[in-house]
């Protein structure tokens, strides 16, 4: 009886091992109990001859091109890097809990804002940093030392020139001075924001994720309008003439006035659009979780054509004049022709991609989550060069 | 080997778990305690099973000390003389582990199912979107709201109160079901086991996500109730401060006490049974 009741115990402990194990949550192994790691996944921004990225060891990274395919030591040249100091995990029990926010990783999500001199980057960690574009040195931190943090910020900042304005997991959209960082204004919404919003005319658009468009007056942070959806918002959002496109977590692509909100048109897909739309012309290009890229008209919502890869496409399209550059979550770089998506050329890195592309000329650089930076050469077909963020 | 596990079992009960919370008003916590008392209950009659098997075990438990201490030289002996009483009393000893067995899977299921269903970072959130069915109420769920009675269910609970309640729930549980030991070596062992396994839930719950403990706690708690309606009472399990100390007349040996306390502990429970 008591053999039968001990056995019992074991098999119970040896289940909850199991579960430990599966779930990643013993030491070392990396994932923490509550899944998945925040690692982050910007894109590139250009500043001269450099291209900015927030990396996934949370620090700001300037890489010269020319001095990569050249196979020279980093930093060379004008390249620098700034490592973002992170708060350490406040849980209870040490090195195996998960974080205790949400906020405590330490990856960047957020693709890098140039003005001027200026380089902007939100992190994970719920703060603004302002450094200096030639050099990687501290211009202003907000929130100022000894104050609160914002909440994450996964969504691209972006400005009007004068002022940045971004979303944080908080449900606030911030305004702050580019200049000094002072704040000007925040606005609640009712839930996480885990986009970017857009800028038009003096009026800010953001979606939430408690299925809420808002439109709010970039002077005064005050409410324009506000609609509500059936699903979460799920894409940052754009805009282009009277509408405004976003996808949402219930498999559509949405077209709304910007005036009032009223919904003009939906393209409902397989998944989830979570990538950016972008639009050339009169076509919204837009990548989809169902593997695919869609061309549709802006105006009406009717498809053009449509483009299928082999795996999700997270990421937003890199489009330039002729070509689109699509990176499917598998790591295949996909080259498009823009009028009738004809696949022209591809090239696997081999590893998993979240962030955008971002186009140079013939370059495309892609930043994979193994930590590398793959600069692909789109005539050629080939990666010229790597560069892993894993600075020792 | 993976991509049976999510279709056949993970799959279901991640998307089973979302369209219910959106069916109980977007509220997760909710939903974890719907899922669970219907998980019970799906389990009720493997549960029963198990509880009438160790009922049954606990039954023989005065003849096989009788054995234990008439084989007490001759192991191989009591070992047969033991299997032959299992049979006799058409009882399998292993047949108590069967339900738990069954029950693992889906324990397992039910973690996946709660961590990748509250996406705490966005890469989860991608992942997530990789099981989902595609239907409204999944959709529109989808992002769970975490909060719940003060608890961000994709964290641990800071405050310790649930890592206090799975604990105790669980012990409980158990000593419900652990008669006292026949000598003092064993009945240290066995007081031993029986706060290890309460106080590493306890433990583990610091870490897990307060999703997870909330199913334990409420899993726990239908546990004990399920025990005290099949197995009738409080089986092993003494409230020292509600119970009046029972006048001895004379000395008793441990043997004899441990003996005749399952015996006891049946006729009250049939008592409040009848």
């Not at chain 1, 304005?165 to 009712?190: H, P, R």
Request: glycine share 8%; with cysteine; net charge neutral.
């Amino acid at each position: 009886m008591r053999k039968v009741s001990n056995l019992i115990r074991v098999v119970i402990l040896l289940g909850l091992l199991l579960l430990v194990f599966v779930s990643g949550c013993m030491p070392g192994m990396g994932g923490g109990c509550s899944g998945a790691q925040a690692q982050g996944w910007s894109s590139f921004a250009p500043y001269n001859e450099l291209i900015c990225f927030g990396s996934m060891e949370g620090s700001v990274i300037a890489l010269n091109p020319k001095a990569r395919s050249e196979g020279k030591a980093f930093p060379s040249e004008t390249e620098w890097i700034y490592a973002i100091k992170t708060a350490t995990p406040g849980s209870a029990c040490g090195a195996m809990c998960a974080p205790s926010s949400a906020a405590s990783g330490k990856g960047i999500y957020a693709t890098p804002l140039v003005i001027d001199d200026l380089i902007f980057e939100g992190t994970y960690t719920g703060k603004v940093y302002a450094l200096n574009a030639s050099r990687g040195v501290v211009r202003w931190i907000y929130p100022r030392e000894g104050f609160e943090t914002v909440g994450a910020i996964v969504g691209n900042i972006i400005t009007d020139g004068k002022a940045l304005y971004f979303g944080s997991a908080n449900g606030k959209i911030y305004a702050l001075d580019a200049v000094t960082g002072d704040f000007i204004w925040e606005f609640q919404t009712s839930n996480k924001i885990w986009t970017a919003p857009v800028l038009d005319n003096g009026i800010i658009y953001a979606g939430n994720y408690g299925g809420n468009v808002y439109a709010i007056a970039a002077e005064t942070g005050r409410e324009v309008w506000s609609i509500k959806i059936p699903s979460a918002v799920a894409s940052s959002l754009a805009v282009k003439d009277q509408l405004l496109y976003f996808g949402t977590f219930d498999r559509n692509l949405y077209a709304i006035d910007k005036a009032d909100g009223t919904v003009k048109w939906k393209y409902l897909a397989g998944n989830w659009f979570w990538a950016t739309p972008v639009i050339r012309g009169s076509t919204i290009y837009a990548a989809c979780m169902d593997n695919k890229i869609y061309a549709i008209e802006a105006a009406d919502g009717k498809e053009v054509w449509k483009f299928e890869g082999d795996g999700q496409m997270v990421s937003t399209p890199a489009v330039t004049d002729n070509h689109i550059f699509a990176v499917s979550e598998k790591g295949t770089l996909y080259k498009l022709d823009i009028t009738n998506g004809t696949m022209i050329s591809s090239v696997s890195v081999g590893y998993t991609v979240y962030g955008n592309p971002y186009a140079e000329g013939d370059m495309v650089y892609i930043y994979a989550r193994d930590h590398k930076v793959y600069a692909v050469d789109t005539v050629k077909n080939h990666v010229d060069w790597d560069f892993s963020s894993e600075i020792k | 080997m993976v991509d049976i596990w999510n279709v056949a079992i993970l799959d279901p009960v991640l998307n089973g778990l979302i369209a219910l919370s959106q069916m109980l008003w977007g509220n997760f916590g909710l939903a974890i305690i719907v899922l669970t008392v219907v998980v019970r209950l799906i389990l009720m009659p493997l549960t029963f099973r198990q509880t009438k098997s160790t009922k049954a075990m606990q039954e023989l438990q005065p003849k096989m000390q009788e054995l234990q201490k008439k084989y007490a030289r001759d192991q191989k002996k009591l070992q047969q003389e033991m299997m032959r009483l299992y049979k006799e009393a058409g009882i399998n000893p292993l047949g108590c582990m069967w339900p738990m067995l069954i029950q693992m899977p889906i324990w397992i299921a039910l973690y996946q199912s709660i961590m990748q269903a509250l996406a705490a970072t966005p890469e989860n959130l991608l992942i997530l979107s990789q099981h989902l069915y595609p239907w409204d109420l999944v959709d529109q769920a989808i992002p769970l709201n975490e909060n719940f009675l003060g608890l961000r269910l994709s964290q641990p609970d800071p405050t310790m109160i649930l890592a206090i309640l799975v604990g105790l729930t669980m012990w409980v549980q158990q000593k419900m079901v652990t008669p006292p030991a026949t000598d003092p070596r064993q009945q240290q062992m066995s007081s031993m086991t029986t706060m290890m396994m309460p106080l590493m839930f306890a433990f583990f719950t610091l870490s897990f996500p307060s999703g997870l403990a909330l199913y334990w706690v409420v899993s726990n708690i239908i546990g004990i109730i399920i025990q005290y309606f099949v197995a009738g009472g409080w089986g092993y399990f003494n409230f020292p401060s509600f119970r009046q100390p029972r006048p001895q007349t004379q000395p008793q040996s441990a043997t004899q006490k441990a003996a005749e306390q399952p015996s006891k502990a049946l006729k009250e429970g049939d008592k409040k049974k009848g």
